[in-house]
């Protein structure tokens, strides 16, 4: 029996390897070409294809419950269609221990697949945005559409560029008074972060007082903030692409400053459903092959089993907003597609026997 799981376990496995392969494959060519169309004075094609290769473990993190779902797919049903998993069937071994069999190789590309998402993407996407921004941008001021807003109290900040050593380019702050009132206006062409506090260079600095305007020029000037390096990076990667711990800290940050947290909240609960979400794709694929539509051939099998994880997918995009919308609890929004899809592929199961 032990040598009969390694084999299902086997088949499977190449699959989702090959799956994995096959769908990062073609998005990092239509990447590639998405990038060709946005280049730039300083942001050339040796650029581009930097960018696209270090954003590769977001790439396969972001793909990886379809590469799973197709790769059960098409790994239990070239099975299936060599009529081995009916000589199986035949020989004694039940729907569970084969179900079983497909679905250690599985979680064992989910615990792969959680641990580059939480150790390697944030720090790739983080060194991959600041490059690409960095390159757009350089020092000018408000210039760049990679740029960052934030907002600290009465003060509204744009950088350029982050990078992960501490380092700003192109820091425009406004400061406001309770009255709404803009006091001044301030332009650093980088700021440097000194363990407590940060230092502007290249300082700009535009005052408004008593309708009328005047102009400062300092070489340096000491910034003091709440912002560090840590919490500034985890403001340039998206909320989906940072870890459960970033997303919990920098929301736990926005609120101490008064701020909207149910994008972080919503981007924490998917991140920790993701690996629940995974399984239930294994357990879908294992539906499509021993359930109603064991009797089609592999292609409709694998017809069928895209059009549930498009419905999966579906329904998860259209819960996420509609928490933010409608301000219900992100727990749900995350949770809930995976329940209903793990119960129906349940039941189709339990139909096969």
């Known amino acids: 029996m032990r040598r009969l799981d390694r084999y299902i376990a086997g088949t499977v496995s190449s699959s989702i390897m090959l799956m994995i ?71 004694g071994v039940s729907v569970s221990r084969i179900s079983w069999a497909a679905v250690k190789p599985a979680l064992l590309v989910v615990c792969i697949g959680t641990l580059v998402g939480e150790y390697v993407v944030p720090y790739t996407e983080g060194f991959a945005q600041s490059r690409r921004a960095l390159a757009k941008s350089g020092d000018k001021a408000m210039s760049s559409k990679e740029g960052y807003w934030h907002r600290e109290a009465n003060d509204y900040m744009h950088f350029n560029a982050v990078l992960p050593n501490g380092i700003i380019f192109g820091v425009t702050q406004y400061h406001f008074n309770q009255a709404r009132e803009l006091k001044h206006a301030r332009y650093a062409s980088r700021a440097i972060f000194q363990g407590d506090h940060w230092v502007l260079q290249g300082v700009v600095e535009t005052e408004f007082a008593q309708n009328r305007a005047e102009q400062n020029i300092y070489p340096t000037l000491r910034w003091d903030t709440d912002l560090t390096p840590g919490l500034l990076r985890l403001q340039v990667i998206k909320p989906e692409d940072l870890s459960i711990r970033g997303l919990y800290q920098y929301a736990a940050y926005l609120a101490e400053q008064g701020l909207n947290t149910q994008k972080y909240r919503l981007a924490y609960w998917k991140k920790i459903s993701q690996p629940l979400a995974t399984v239930v794709m294994v357990l879908v694929a294992l539906s499509c092959i021993f359930g109603p539509l064991r009797s089609v051939t592999m292609g409709f099998r694998v017809f069928s089993g895209v059009i549930l994880g498009m419905l999966f997918k579906y329904t998860e995009g259209f819960l996420a907003p509609a928490s933010i919308v409608f301000g219900f609890e992100p727990f749900y929004a995350s949770f809930i ?13 339990k139909r096969a026997g």
Request: aromatic share 10%.
């Open 21 to 91: 392969f096959v769908i990062t494959g073609l998005d990092i060519i239509f990447s590639l070409v998405d990038e060709m169309q946005n280049l730039e004075a300083d942001y050339q094609m040796l650029q581009a294809f930097q960018y696209v290769g270090i954003t590769i473990p977001k790439r396969i993190y972001e793909f990886l419950s379809l590469s799973v779902l197709l790769g059960c797919l098409v790994g239990l049903g070239t099975l299936a269609n060599h009529s081995e998993l009916t000589v199986m069937r035949a020989a």
């Open 337 to 349: 597609p995976s329940a209903l899809f793990c119960a129906l592929a349940i039941l189709l199961l």
